[in-house]
């Protein structure tokens, strides 16, 4: 069959063909036939060449750790210290407020008892007044009339002062509010009573200020 144009373009025995169609044979044999000696996978070299390649990085940021300079206790004392004189103003600030605070209510307290001790005075002053009130009552001469109007006027202002009359009959002796100046045997008493009051006695917020002298009847 004729044909045209160079030969070599048609022959099959040319170059690039043969590159093309030349099979790839591969030894796969884990010995060399010529040394004998071992054959090391591709994988396994590329795991060895992973860990050398970790290895190195370990190493790198071992020697990276080891040449970081640690701060030294100078270089952070400052702060510790301003943290300890913080601490302690705060404790002194504290301190000084409860000082201040027991302070007020020493005062108060103070006050309060210097209050009372001056109302006491003015009532103990008052007593013998109320004393002679009391037997110009007994008398008949505080019935009716502008003194004794007066007398009871004065009785309630006391009052709202705090101020108490003991004389109460007929309660049970009590050495702490009464003053015995006579006992008579009774009937029918079982314990020590209070049958008469010779003059009366006065207590203010709790406080006695004198006991009353009352006659008390003892168990015959």
């Given at each position: 069959?004729p044909h045209h144009g160079n030969d070599a373009e048609h022959s099959p025995s040319n170059n690039e063909g043969n590159e093309q169609h030349k099979p790839v044979i591969r030894d796969n044999r884990k010995v060399d036939p010529e040394t004998g000696a071992a054959r090391h996978a591709?994988?396994?070299?590329?795991?060895?060449?992973?860990?050398?390649?970790?290895?190195?990085?370990?190493?790198?940021?071992?020697?990276?750790l080891n040449g970081m300079e640690v701060p030294a206790e100078e270089s952070v004392a400052p702060g510790a210290a301003a943290e300890a004189?913080?601490?302690?103003?705060?404790?002194?600030?504290?301190?000084?407020?409860?000082?201040?605070?027991?302070?007020?209510?020493?005062?108060?307290?103070?006050?309060?008892?210097?209050?009372?001790?001056?109302?006491?005075?003015?009532?103990?002053?008052?007593?013998?007044?109320?004393?002679?009130?009391?037997?110009?009552?007994?008398?008949?001469?505080?019935?009716?009339?502008?003194?004794?109007?007066?007398?009871?006027?004065?009785?309630?202002?006391?009052?709202?002062?705090?101020?108490?009359?003991?004389?109460?009959?007929?309660?049970?002796?009590?050495?702490?509010?009464?003053?015995?100046?006579?006992?008579?045997?009774?009937?029918?008493?079982?314990?020590?009573?209070?049958?008469?009051?010779?003059?009366?006695?006065?207590?203010?917020?709790?406080?006695?200020?004198?006991?009353?002298?009352?006659?008390?009847?003892?168990?015959?």
């Amino acid at each position: 069959m004729p044909h045209h144009g160079n030969d070599a373009e048609h022959s099959p025995s040319n170059n690039e063909g043969n590159e093309q169609h030349k099979p790839v044979i591969r030894d796969n044999r884990k010995v060399d036939p010529e040394t004998g000696a071992a054959r090391h996978a591709q994988g396994s070299a590329a795991d060895s060449n992973a860990a050398a390649a970790e290895g190195d990085a370990l190493s790198q940021a071992e020697e990276i750790l080891n040449g970081m300079e640690v701060p030294a206790e100078e270089s952070v004392a400052p702060g510790a210290a301003a943290e300890a004189e913080a601490a302690e103003l705060r404790n002194d600030l504290l301190r000084l407020q409860a000082e201040y605070v027991n302070y007020r209510k020493r005062v108060e307290r103070d006050r309060a008892v210097a209050g009372e001790m001056a109302v006491i005075g003015v009532l103990n002053s008052l007593l013998p007044v109320l004393d002679d009130v009391d037997a110009a009552r007994q008398h008949g001469d505080l019935v009716d009339g502008p003194f004794a109007a007066i007398a009871a006027k004065l009785e309630n202002a006391l009052k709202t002062y705090g101020l108490e009359r003991i004389a109460e009959t007929g309660v049970d002796f009590d050495p702490t509010i009464h003053e015995a100046l006579i006992q008579q045997p009774g009937e029918d008493i079982e314990v020590d009573t209070v049958s008469q009051v010779l003059r009366s006695g006065y207590r203010s917020g709790g406080r006695v200020l004198r006991a009353a002298q009352v006659i008390v009847a003892v168990p015959a």
